[in-house]
T-cell receptor, first 114, second 113 residues
Framework: EPEVTQTPSHQVTQMGQEVILRCVPISNHLYFYWYRQILGQKVEFLVSFYNNEISEKSEIFDDQFSVERPDGSNFTLKIRSTKLEDSAMYFC????????????FGPGTRLTVL | GESVGLHLPTLSVQEGDNSIINCAYSNSASDYFIWYKQESGKGPQFIIDIRSNMDKRQGQRVTVLLNKTVKHLSLQIAATQPGDSAVYFCAEKRGSTLGRLYFGRGTQLTVWP
């Protein structure tokens, strides 16, 4: 069964460093998302991406964040200068089309900022 | 403020019993609801979904009920098994957004043998 994959599974970085989190969505999916989950809290939306551009972003997704689909398979989230409060699980999700609402999530990347 | 929330943070059941996990929502514009299961260290796993034009949907051992009058959603798991132990989240899509999901805080389901 096709699934969303994410790398790395765990990323440790120093405060102020740049990180890139990678995702490979399900191959025929057209809509892509990033969410995050701070330990013990609920899953929060960051950004949605469709047709090579951001379609919606939350208040969390400030100028330090960016997303890119550099080729036909990868979808990346970049945090330009990490802060301690960026420590969280980051989940990528994808869905197939506008009429199908089901989003399928990847296993997540645990980001630890020291 | 408006939110998707859960009535109980934890639920413990005996193996073989039925489980019911509840969720309240407040946004009347929500048109789609989805239940996810999250095991420790893993991503949310799709269980079942329902659109606002339905009040019940059944899957394998799971049923979702939607009561739009009181803005309430529930997940019923029949014959609960130890492998069902996880955190269960409900999430909603509000009609005005492009697929963005709003998640509740989750209910920890523990199944005792």
């Amino acid at each position: 069964e096709p699934e969303v994959t994410q790398t790395p599974s765990h990323q440790v970085t120093q405060m102020g460093q740049e990180v890139i989190l990678r995702c490979v969505p399900i191959s025929n999916h057209l809509y892509f998302y990033w969410y995050r989950q701070i330990l013990g809290q609920k899953v929060e939306f960051l950004v949605s991406f469709y047709n090579n551009e951001i379609s919606e972003k939350s208040e969390i997704f400030d100028d330090q964040f960016s997303v890119e689909r550099p080729d036909g398979s990868n979808f990346t989230l970049k945090i330009r200068s990490t802060k301690l409060e960026d420590s969280a699980m980051y989940f990528c999700a994808s869905r197939v089309s506008g009429s199908a609402d089901t989003q399928y999530f990847g296993p997540g990347t645990r980001l630890t900022v020291l | 403020g408006e939110s998707v929330g859960l009535h109980l943070p934890t639920l413990s059941v005996q193996e073989g019993d039925n489980s019911i996990i509840n969720c309240a929502y407040s946004n009347s514009a929500s048109d789609y609801f989805i239940w996810y299961k999250q095991e420790s260290g893993k991503g949310p796993q799709f269980i079942i979904d329902i659109r606002s034009n339905m009040d019940k949907r059944q899957g394998q051992r799971v049923t979702v009920l939607l009561n739009k009058t009181v803005k309430h959603l529930s997940l019923q798991i029949a014959a609960t098994q130890p492998g069902d132990s996880a955190v269960y989240f409900c999430a909603e899509k509000r009609g005005s957004t492009l697929g963005r999901l709003y998640f509740g805080r989750g209910t920890q389901l523990t199944v005792w043998p």
